[in-house]
């Protein structure tokens, strides 16, 4: 079927109003009406080729709400009219060591991402700034009642991203975790760590956002500009979460560690960033990665929110295509609040 999207045809383009095909269902597919779906960092690095080339046009969106309308002969795992969401990936082998332990990110064979990959079909994703999308079962997520439409979008990227490395790092009662970066992973990360019970920090790169550090959970807000306060917190935290899509310098950050800290980039820049090995065998720190989180962890995910009565801080826009273009501009200049979600009703 053709579906109306909003895409970028060109490298460094402006959004524009698009046809996308979607393919027929297959016997385990779900068809689902997109209500909502969410504007991440990625999409724009993705759309301005910042991490190699793409293949256009594009439809990003990987933060997807909304209603199944119609499913597969196969299906068992979701049915009419429930409420799901779609993540980062469609699909994986399903088959290799790591999907079979349900981290089908880092599927072997490689995960299908939600747009600009190619799945089994040979076709190109396309992802969910769009009216519909067809994703087989298992990459479905059921959403909480409790969780509106909108308010569970951003969760399926930005609320698994930050979640997944908080829970495996072991947030909770007793430890300090930071949180670098204070845009949509960074306030997800903010109140999640809370809710799971450890004491939380926000390193940001501006005094603006202070007040909502504290409502969203955290004790205290540092100004990483002021250069005192590497000084002041050296050795103060056990994991420290890094949200910022942009180069920094890691040895500083790295001294605000705890021996056996940890230091989890999030965040993907362009730029390779560089480190000075001392910074890790002076106190036994480590310096790691994390992506996205399983389907199994998702869920996990959205019923801790939905019991915690978390979310994200969200702005709803309609589906114009120079709203879609001013968000952007204002996700690059820090200037979000702190998700901007894409309203499909409004697209025709
Ligand atoms: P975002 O909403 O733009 O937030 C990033 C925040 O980083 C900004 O709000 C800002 O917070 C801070 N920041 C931005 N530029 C900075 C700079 N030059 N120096 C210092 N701080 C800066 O982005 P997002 O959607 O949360 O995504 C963040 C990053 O995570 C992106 O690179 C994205 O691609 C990546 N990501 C990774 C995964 C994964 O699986 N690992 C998943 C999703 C996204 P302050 O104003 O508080 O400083
Ligand atoms: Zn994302």
Redesign the pocket.
């Known amino acids: 079927m053709q579906v109306h999207a909003r895409g970028v045809t060109k490298e460094g383009g402006s959004f524009e109003e698009l046809m996308i095909e979607r393919r027929d269902l297959q016997p385990k597919d779900v068809l689902i009406e997109i209500k909502y779906c969410g504007i ?3 999409d724009i ?1 993705t759309v301005k080729s910042e991490w190699g080339e793409v293949d256009f046009p594009l439809v990003p969106g990987h933060e997807i709400a909304g209603i199944v309308v119609d499913t597969g002969s196969e299906v068992t795992k979701h049915k009419k009219d429930d409420r799901v969401g779609v993540g980062c990936m469609v699909d994986s082998c399903q088959e290799c060591v790591n999907c079979k332990n349900d981290e089908e990110q880092f599927c072997k064979k490689g995960m299908t991402g939600t747009y600009g990959a190619t799945d089994k079909y040979g076709e190109k994703t396309q992802g969910g700034y769009s009216k519909y999308i067809v994703v087989q079962e298992d990459f479905v997520l059921s959403i909480p009642d409790s969780i509106p439409l909108d308010v569970a979008a951003p969760l399926l ?2 609320g698994i ?1 930050t979640y997944s490395p908080l829970h495996h790092w072991n947030a909770g009662p007793g430890k300090k975790v930071a949180v670098l ?6 306030h997800m990360a903010v109140k999640i760590a809370s809710a799971m019970g450890a004491e939380v920090t926000v390193l ?3 005094d603006d ?1 202070k007040e909502d550090s504290m409502k969203f959970g955290a004790t205290h807000h540092l100004n990483t500009k002021n250069d005192t306060v590497f000084e002041e917190y050296n050795e103060t935290f056990d994991l420290i979460i890094n ?4 180069k ?1 310098d890691i040895d500083q950050y790295l001294g605000l560690l705890k021996v056996n800290g940890t230091l989890v980039n ?4 362009s730029d390779k960033m560089e480190l000075n090995v001392f910074s890790l065998i002076g106190r036994r720190r480590s310096y790691a990665g ?3 989180g399983g389907i199994k962890e998702t869920q996990e995910m959205l019923e801790f929110c939905a019991k915690h009565d978390i979310g994200p801080e969200i702005e709803v826009i309609s589906a114009d295509t120079d709203k879609i273009d001013e968000a952007y501009e204002r ?1 690059i200049n ?1 200037d ?1 609040r702190y998700r901007f979600v894409i309203d499909m009703d409004t697209m025709k």
């Open positions: 991440c960092h990625s690095h990227c930005a991203t970066g204070l845009g949509g992973l960074g940001s790169h501006s956002k949200t910022v899509g942009a920094l999030l965040g993907v820049p994390s992506l996205i996700v820090s979000v």
